[in-house]
Nanobody, 118 residues
């Protein structure tokens, strides 16, 4: 049973920074890719960033240059460093992992709230 546990959310002022963590119950190498999504109140869940097994990264245009996804394989943890936060970044942030084999498996964490407000 795969478990993804997020942490690091909270309340921050505009322009501030937060670092989210996603601890996986197994080796990160068992997943083809991991990433972060977010869902603001009244909006659909949207993709934020992803990192592949080989370490390649990609970020949504709305966060490019401000957010950075990374991974620590020894700790089985993926991070999302968020800088220059804006009120529109307020959302519940979800960790995601994808495993591709005969079937495609998607795993989700429980989410962590990020609120950007003065």
């Amino acid at each position: 049973q795969v478990q993804l546990v997020e942490s690091g959310g909270g309340l921050v002022q505009p322009g501030g920074s937060l670092r989210l963590s996603c601890a996986a119950s197994g080796s990160l190498f068992s997943f083809n890719a991991m990433g972060w999504y977010r869902q603001a109140p009244g909006k659909e869940r949207e993709w934020v960033a992803a990192i592949t097994r080989s370490g390649s990264t990609n970020h949504a245009d709305s966060v490019k240059g401000r957010f950075t996804i990374s991974r620590d394989n020894a700790k089985n943890t993926v991070y999302l460093q968020m800088n220059s936060l804006k009120p529109e970044d307020t959302a519940v942030y979800y960790c995601h992992a994808k495993r591709v084999g005969p079937l495609i498996y998607d795993y989700w964490g429980q989410g962590t709230q990020v609120t950007v407000s003065s």
